[in-house]
T-cell receptor, first 116, second 112 residues
Framework: DTEVTQTPKHLVMGMTNKKSLKCEQHMGHRAMYWYKQKAKKPPELMFV???????INESVPSRFSPECPNSSLLNLHLHALQPEDSALYLCASSQDVGGANTGELFFGEGSRLTVL | ELKVEQNPLFLSMQEGKNYTIYCNYS?????LYWYRQDPGKSLESLFVLLSNGAVKQEGRLMASLDTKARLSTLHITAAVHDLSATYFC????????????FGQGTRLTINP
């Protein structure tokens, strides 16, 4: 079983809705990530948080708003999404982002989002 | 821009056979990762390769890294049905900042 927990597992929302995806890890990791994966495609990096601070934003549209309340929690706030944003959203964590860190990512089960 | 290319993209093989998946990347990196993904599921970490010449083995899978050739291989020995999945390699292009770029994935089907 994964030690990165994501909720909800499935989410259907309209283009005018506001919703949030949540991610939690209890491995003491200090880096957390959001990835987006379309069907039959590889995951694409969206955001990286290191020590609760946003360190990488891969030019993601502002309708996606990440938040890291503490080192164990990561949220992705969704507002005014488009149907093309429908995808599997994967949260991941790693021990750190420092050079000595192996960089191994541990992924959650994902939240499957459908935008109508 | 970093490109990570896997070959083949689709592989159908019989149980008991051996095969190799290749992962080529276009820029210098000495960190490469292999992940497995079952349909509708998340990604499971298989191997972490952190230096030139690194070789890791787990069961019927063995991964290697040649940073000079910018090539990693994932070798499957005596395949079994349970290994059917999509396999991704991923390269860290920003050492320490964990900016992974994934290959397209290789969809492996192992037939009895």
């Amino acid at each position: 079983d994964t030690e990165v927990t994501q909720t909800p597992k499935h989410l259907v929302m309209g283009m005018t809705n506001k919703k949030s995806l949540k991610c939690e890890q209890h491995m003491g990791h200090r880096a957390m990530y959001w990835y987006k994966q379309k069907a039959k495609k590889p995951p694409e990096l969206m955001f990286v948080y290191s020590y609760e601070k946003l360190s990488i934003n891969e030019s993601v549209p502002s309708r996606f708003s990440p938040e890291c309340p503490n080192s164990s929690l990561l949220n992705l706030h969704l507002h005014a999404l488009q149907p093309e944003d429908s995808a599997l959203y994967l949260c991941a964590s790693s021990q750190d982002v420092g050079g000595a860190n192996t960089g191994e990512l541990f992924f959650g089960e994902g939240s499957r989002l459908t935008v109508l | 821009e970093l490109k990570v290319e896997q070959n083949p993209l689709f592989l159908s093989m019989q149980e008991g056979k051996n095969y190799t998946i290749y992962c080529n990347y276009s820029t210098t990196s000495d960190r490469l990762y292999w992940y497995r993904q079952d349909p509708g599921k998340s990604l499971e970490s298989l191997f972490v390769l952190l230096s030139n010449g690194a070789v890791k083995q787990e069961g019927r899978l063995m991964a290697s890294l040649d940073t000079k050739a910018r090539l990693s291989t994932l070798h499957i020995t005596a395949a079994v049905h349970d290994l059917s999945a999509t396999y991704f390699c991923a390269v860290d292009i920003n050492k320490g900042a964990q900016k992974l770029v994934f290959g397209q994935g290789t969809r492996l089907t192992i037939n009895p």
